[in-house]
C-alpha cells in the first residue's frame, strides 16, 4: 500500500482542535463570568458526561444505531474482508457490527486504532458487489488510518456542552452574578454565549467533516489500488437510498456524521452537510484512477 501521509487533514484537524480550544476558554470564562460561578456543578456534571462519551463513543454508537457486534462465525466473508483490508492498511482489525437497516450505508467509530469499530448496514450488503463493498470498508478503514474520529470525537464535546447549556442553561442559573443581580439577565446572556459557541463548534466539526471524507476517498484508493472501486460503489449506494421511503431515511438522517453518504438532501441539506457533494468525491476518484493508470 501506498500510504501518503495527509497533511492537509492533519494541519485542519490541528486548526479545529486549536480553535474549539480558545472557543472552550471563551465560552468557560463567559459562563463563570455572567453566572457569579453557579455553573461550576453544570460544567462537572456535563465534563464528566463528555470524559465518558470520549472513552465509550464506540458503544454507544453502535447502540444508538442499533448496530450489533457479529462473529466470524456469523459473517465469514464479511470478516475476512476487513482483516485483509486491515492488514493492508497497516491496521489491528477493529470490531465489525452489522445493523439491521434497509439503507445501504456503513460507518466506523471508536476513539483511537485500537479501540474501533466498523459498521455496515444489511442493505449495503445486499447492494453492492465484492469490489464496491471493499471500496467502503477500505474507506471506513482510512478513518481510522487518519484518527480523524477521534478528533471529530473530540470537536463534538464542546458542542454537546454548549447544546445542553442553551437547552438547560436556565434550570442551573442559581448563582450570583457581577453586581449582585441574582439569575435574571446574567444567566440570558451566558444562553446566548452557549448558543454562539454551540454554532461556531458545529460550522468548524462540518467543515473538517467535509475535506476528511475526500481524505478518506483517497486513504481507500490507497489501500485497495481501485479507486473505480468505491467510486462505483457511491453510485449503487446513491442510487439504493433514492429508493428508500423517506420516513426511514429521516430515521436515521441525525447519523450523517457517521454515513459515507448523507441521507439528506436539497438545497438546505446541501448547505449543512456532513459530507462534499457525492458527484465531487467521484470526480475525485477517477481523476485518482487516470493517474494510476498512467503510472
Given at each position: 500500500?501506498?500510504?501518503?501521509?495527509?497533511?492537509?487533514?492533519?494541519?485542519r484537524?490541528?486548526?479545529?482542535?486549536?480553535?474549539?480550544?480558545?472557543?472552550?476558554?471563551?465560552?468557560?470564562?463567559?459562563?463563570?463570568?455572567?453566572?457569579?460561578?453557579?455553573?461550576?456543578?453544570?460544567?462537572?456534571?456535563?465534563?464528566?458526561?463528555?470524559?465518558?462519551?470520549?472513552?465509550?463513543?464506540?458503544?454507544?454508537?453502535?447502540?444508538?444505531?442499533?448496530?450489533?457486534?457479529?462473529?466470524?462465525?456469523?459473517?465469514?466473508?464479511?470478516?475476512?474482508?476487513?482483516?485483509?483490508?486491515?492488514?493492508q492498511?497497516?491496521?489491528?482489525?477493529?470490531?465489525?457490527?452489522?445493523?439491521?437497516?434497509?439503507?445501504?450505508?456503513?460507518?466506523?467509530?471508536g476513539?483511537?486504532?485500537k479501540?474501533?469499530?466498523?459498521?455496515?448496514?444489511?442493505?449495503?450488503?445486499r447492494?453492492?458487489?465484492?469490489?464496491?463493498?471493499?471500496?467502503?470498508?477500505?474507506?471506513?478503514?482510512?478513518?481510522?488510518k487518519?484518527?480523524?474520529?477521534?478528533?471529530?470525537?473530540?470537536?463534538?464535546?464542546?458542542?454537546?456542552?454548549?447544546?445542553?447549556?442553551?437547552?438547560?442553561?436556565?434550570?442551573?442559573?442559581?448563582g450570583?452574578?457581577?453586581?449582585?443581580?441574582?439569575?435574571?439577565?446574567?444567566?440570558?446572556?451566558?444562553?446566548?454565549?452557549?448558543?454562539?459557541?454551540?454554532?461556531?463548534?458545529?460550522?468548524?466539526?462540518?467543515?473538517?467533516?467535509?475535506?476528511?471524507?475526500?481524505?478518506?476517498?483517497?486513504?481507500?484508493?490507497?489501500?485497495?489500488?481501485?479507486?473505480?472501486?468505491?467510486?462505483?460503489?457511491?453510485?449503487?449506494?446513491?442510487?439504493?437510498?433514492?429508493?428508500?421511503?423517506?420516513?426511514?431515511?429521516?430515521?436515521?438522517?441525525?447519523?450523517?456524521?457517521?454515513?459515507?453518504i448523507p441521507?439528506?438532501?436539497?438545497?438546505?441539506?446541501?448547505?449543512?452537510?456532513?459530507?462534499?457533494?457525492?458527484?465531487?468525491?467521484?470526480?475525485?476518484?477517477?481523476?485518482?484512477?487516470?493517474?494510476?493508470?498512467?503510472?
Amino acid at each position: 500500500m501506498d500510504w501518503k501521509p495527509d497533511w492537509g487533514l492533519r494541519a485542519r484537524m490541528g486548526l479545529t482542535m486549536f480553535l474549539l480550544f480558545a472557543l472552550y476558554i471563551v465560552f468557560a470564562a463567559g459562563i463563570m463570568l455572567y453566572t457569579g460561578g453557579g455553573m461550576f456543578v453544570f460544567l462537572l456534571i456535563f465534563g464528566g458526561f463528555t470524559v465518558a462519551q470520549y472513552y465509550f463513543s464506540d458503544t454507544l454508537t453502535l447502540k444508538s444505531m442499533g448496530a450489533k457486534t457479529v462473529s466470524a462465525e456469523e459473517y465469514p466473508d464479511l470478516h475476512r474482508t476487513i482483516e485483509r483490508l486491515s492488514q493492508q492498511a497497516d491496521l489491528p482489525k477493529p470490531k465489525v457490527a452489522v445493523v439491521d437497516e434497509r439503507v445501504p450505508n456503513a460507518f466506523a467509530t471508536g476513539r483511537n486504532q485500537k479501540n474501533a469499530a466498523v459498521a455496515v448496514t444489511t442493505g449495503l450488503l445486499r447492494t453492492l458487489d465484492q469490489d464496491e463493498l471493499e471500496g467502503v470498508l477500505a474507506h471506513e478503514l482510512a478513518h481510522v488510518k487518519n484518527r480523524d474520529m477521534m478528533v471529530m470525537t473530540f470537536a463534538s464535546l464542546l458542542g454537546t456542552i454548549a447544546f445542553m447549556f442553551v437547552r438547560w442553561g436556565a434550570f442551573f442559573g442559581g448563582g450570583r452574578g457581577r453586581g449582585g443581580n441574582r439569575g435574571g439577565g446574567g444567566i440570558l446572556v451566558a444562553i446566548l454565549i452557549s448558543l454562539v459557541v454551540w454554532i461556531i463548534s458545529y460550522i468548524l466539526m462540518r467543515a473538517l467533516s467535509r475535506y476528511r471524507e475526500y481524505a478518506a476517498d483517497r486513504g481507500a484508493a490507497a489501500i485497495t489500488g481501485k479507486p473505480s472501486a468505491l467510486a462505483s460503489a457511491l453510485v449503487s449506494i446513491s442510487s439504493g437510498v433514492e429508493k428508500i421511503p423517506d420516513k426511514d431515511l429521516r430515521d436515521e438522517a441525525e447519523m450523517n456524521a457517521f454515513f459515507i453518504i448523507p441521507l439528506k438532501s436539497g438545497v438546505v441539506g446541501r448547505l449543512f452537510s456532513t459530507h462534499p457533494p457525492t458527484e465531487k468525491r467521484i470526480e475525485q476518484l477517477r481523476t485518482l484512477e487516470r493517474e494510476m493508470e498512467g503510472f
